[in-house]
């Protein structure tokens, strides 16, 4: 699936929700359901800061594709950065670089990606892409 | 003077609002409070009418400014009962009124070797710029510590009070714990070794009329925007004996008396040390805030807000795996609190949902959350236009909350 069909389906999965609570508690349980980062990564220099919660972030760059794994100490977070992970974990540079986490907005969470919200997202978000330019250079030099 | 609640609600027309489609409770007094239409009023009343720079000018404007200037002045002068309007300094808030001290202060009266006291209960406010002047001086500065409960060890004051002793700086009410602190003990213990004592009202003043002659204060510093006035004003009362020997802290306009590229000699107090065009709008709507909270019983309003805190308290209390933090006999305004697997930060943000505003994170105070090992809590706080209703939809709220988890 493309990153823009795994966003749609995302999207399709928080359609059926009315109420505010139920999208959360959803978030709550997938971030109850995302494995645990392992140890040796949650470290300071994984560390984006975003203020009042934190969010650690590692990636691997193996046979074009970047790998991350990730993790939040606020559920509701974590819930969103186990979907960033879903749709942008595997993906190539040039992938990453090109699309826009557009399903945050459209499942009506969009104040989780404003600047002025202290929560690390956007900051993650932004370092994923850092990620991916950095990447991108690599390979394009190499080429 | 009374105290009807139903009335002084309508006062603060913003209270009445729906946030995300709830009915909005407010419990973020300590961040910042409301504005009653009185202090809003009389802020656009002057900008519509009046606005000219103050001291100035011969023309009227200018004339009318400086005039309603000196009067908020001479107004914060009697609610804190300073003995000369001179010494009540406008500054932007707290933060100003200390940064000013401990630069002033700290470049007349500290050197290299001597000693500052704080707390380990300050706002960050309250620390960084004894830290800067230290570090600048090569003077060192001590903690007094805080026990279980949020209590200061007063007990250990005396004993950190030494030859080298500067100053001491201490909060009146902690903006995280709650806790009243005995500054007039402080005060007491402090000046039986001439050391002055400077006291962060930041929390203090929305809750406590303050007499600074009778509590005999050096300075006592507070913000217009956490006692019902606008953001950017701020007092810094300063006692004529240490003013005086204070050397300026901002230079420029306003608080010169001669300039020459040779020299310049400078203003009386307080001129000397309000450089610059001051937020005059905001010191007027800061008295216009004074006048407001003084045509209210201040006895009951007190009451009141003890009354929402305890019913807070007792109702929290209740709840599984909550810990609150801060449990000192004498408490003011503030609750904060952690419930167990729930980080702050998402509880704040379904608090949100459900129109309530909390505070939530480190509070401006990395040490108080060291102390209790902790990375963040939620922090309701409380003014006198809250309700007893309010407070139970809060309860409900987390309850609610707590369930999602
Ligand atoms: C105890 C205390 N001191 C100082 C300050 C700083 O006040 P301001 O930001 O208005 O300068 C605050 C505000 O949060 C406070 O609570």
Known sequence: ?143 | MSFDLLNIRKDFPILDQKVNGKSLVYLDNAATSQRPVQVIERMNEFSLKTNGNIHRATHTFANKTTEAFEQAREIVRSHLNAAETAEIIFTHGTTESINLVAHSFGNAFIHEGDEVIVTEMEHHANIVPWQMMCERKGAKLNVLPFNAKGELSIDLLDGLITEKTKIIAVTHVSNVLGTVNPIATIIEMAHLKNVPVLIDGAQGAPHFQIDVQTLDCDFYAFSGHKLYGPTGSGVLYGKRKWLDQMPPFLGGGEMIDRVTFGKTTFNEIPYKFEAGTPNYVGAIGLAAAISYLESLDHTLVLKHEQNLLQFASEKLKTINGLTIYGEANEKAGVLSFNIEGIHPFDLGTLLDQLGIAVRTGRLCADPIMDHFEVENMVRSSFAFYNTMEEVEVFYQALIRLKAMF
């Open chain 1, 1 to 143: 699936m493309t990153i823009d069909e795994i966003q749609q389906e995302i999207i399709d999965d928080f359609a059926g929700f009315e109420d505010w609570m139920d999208k959360y508690s959803l978030l709550i349980e997938l971030g109850n359901e995302m494995a645990p980062i392992d140890v040796q990564y949650k470290v300071d220099e994984n560390l984006i800061r975003g203020c009042q919660s934190r969010v650690w972030l590692h990636q691997e760059y193996i046979d074009g594709k970047i790998s991350f794994v990730a993790e939040s100490d606020a559920l509701i977070v974590k819930g969103l950065v186990a979907l960033l992970l879903k749709i942008y974990s595997g993906r190539t540079p040039q992938e990453i670089l090109t699309s826009e986490p557009r399903f945050i907005d459209e499942i009506g969470l969009r104040q989780h990606l404003s600047p002025t919200r202290s929560n690390g997202l956007l900051a993650m978000v932004k370092q994923m892409k850092l990620y991916a330019l950095a990447y991108e250079k690599i390979s394009t030099k190499n080429n």
